[in-house]
C-alpha cells in the first residue's frame, strides 16, 4: 500500500490562475496538500508544511469554509485519501488539486492518487513548482490541468535560480506535449526585476500563457505588477498574459 506524507484535504474553489487557458480560477476544487519542499521561497504561506518531519498529522475541513478540522496520522494511505476525496465530494467538483508543499517529491502517492482519482471521473490538476522535469514525466500523463511556477529571482527559492527556471520551463514543456492544459505562474515581488520578466517571457513564448501574481500581502505598487504585465504580453503575445491574486486570502478561506 502506497503512503504520503499530507498538510491537509480541504474542498474550497481555486483561488489562483487568472483568466488564461487552463486556469481553473473560480472553480470548486477539493485540494490535496502534500507535505515536504525542496525549496525555500521567502514569500511561501505554506510554510508549515515544507518540513515532512514535523508534520506528523495531516488535517481534513470536514465542512467545507467551517475552519473546523480533523487531525488524523501521518503517513496516510492513498486509499484512505481517496475516500476523503469521495466523502467531500460536493457533486460540483471540477478537479482535484494536487499541490503542497510540492507534490510531485512523493512521486510514486501521487502517481497512485491521480490514478485512481482518473478512475472515479475526475480531472486532475497539478500546483508544482516545476524544478524536476524528470518527475514530471513521471505523472504528465495523468495530467489535465496544470500551474507550473517560475521562481522569480526574488523568491530566493534556491541557489542556482537560473537552472531552476530553466527546469520550469522544460516541466512546462512536458505537460504540454502530454496534453495538459498548462500555464506558468510568476510570483512577483517588491524586488522583481523587469529584465528578468523579460528574460523569463522571451523563453516562454509560443509554450505556455502566463499568470503574473503579486506576493501576499501585497507590498508593491500596482503599477509595478502591470509594468511587468506589459513587458510581458508584448514579448507572448496580448492574450497570453493575465493578472491572477490569491482571492481566496480576501475571503478568509482555505
Ligand atoms: C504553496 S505553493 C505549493 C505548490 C508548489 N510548491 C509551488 O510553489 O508552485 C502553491 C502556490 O502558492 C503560491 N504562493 C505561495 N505563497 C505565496 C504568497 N505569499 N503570495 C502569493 N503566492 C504565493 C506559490 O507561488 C504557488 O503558485
Ligand atoms: N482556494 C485556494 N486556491 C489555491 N490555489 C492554489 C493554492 C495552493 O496553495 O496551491 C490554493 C489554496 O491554498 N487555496
Ligand atoms: S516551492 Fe511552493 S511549497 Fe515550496 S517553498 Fe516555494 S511556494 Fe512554498
Ligand atoms: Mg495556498
Known amino acids: 500500500m502506497v503512503k504520503v506524507i499530507l498538510g491537509e484535504i480541504f474542498n474550497s474553489w481555486q483561488g489562483e490562475g487568472g483568466s488564461v487557458e487552463g486556469s481553473a480560477f473560480g472553480r470548486r476544487q477539493i485540494f490535496v496538500r502534500f507535505a515536504g519542499c525542496d525549496l525555500r521561497c521567502t514569500y511561501c504561506d505554506s510554510r ?3 518540513d515532512p518531519r514535523s508534520v ?53 502517492g501521487l502517481a497512485s492518487l491521480m490514478e485512481k482519482a482518473k478512475e472515479l471521473g475526475y480531472d486532475n490538476f497539478l500546483e508544482t513548482h516545476g524544478g524536476h522535469p524528470h518527475l ?11 500551474s507550473v511556477d ?7 527559492a534556491t541557489k542556482d535560480w537560473r537552472k531552476l527556471v530553466v527546469n520550469e520551463i522544460a516541466s512546462t514543456k512536458i505537460l504540454k506535449e502530454a496534453g495538459a492544459k498548462v500555464y506558468v505562474k510568476l510570483v512577483v515581488t517588491r524586488e522583481t526585476r523587469i529584465e ?58 482555505l
Not at 517560475?150 to 530566493?156: G, P, T, Y
Open 196 to 253: 528578468n520578466v523579460r528574460w523569463y517571457a522571451e523563453m516562454l513564448k509560443g509554450i505556455a500563457p502566463m499568470v503574473i501574481q503579486p506576493k501576499e500581502p501585497m507590498d508593491m505598487p500596482i503599477k509595478k505588477v502591470m509594468d511587468f504585465y506589459n513587458v510581458a504580453a508584448k514579448i507572448m503575445g496580448k492574450k497570453n498574459v493575465s493578472l491572477s491574486f490569491q482571492v481566496h486570502k480576501y475571503l478568509g478561506v
Open 136 to 146: 514530471i514525466k513521471k505523472i504528465a500523463y495523468l495530467t489535465d490541468y496544470a
Open 150 to 156: 517560475i521562481k522569480d529571482e526574488s523568491a530566493n
Open 48 to 50: 508549515k508544511y515544507i
Open 56 to 108: 506528523k498529522k495531516y488535517r481534513v475541513e470536514v465542512e467545507p469554509f467551517s475552519g473546523k478540522f480533523k487531525y488524523f496520522n501521518n503517513p496516510v494511505d492513498v486509499e484512505e485519501v481517496i475516500k476523503w476525496i469521495t466523502k467531500l465530494d460536493t457533486g460540483d467538483i471540477h478537479s482535484i488539486s494536487y499541490t503542497g508543499g510540492e507534490p510531485t517529491l512523493q512521486i510514486l
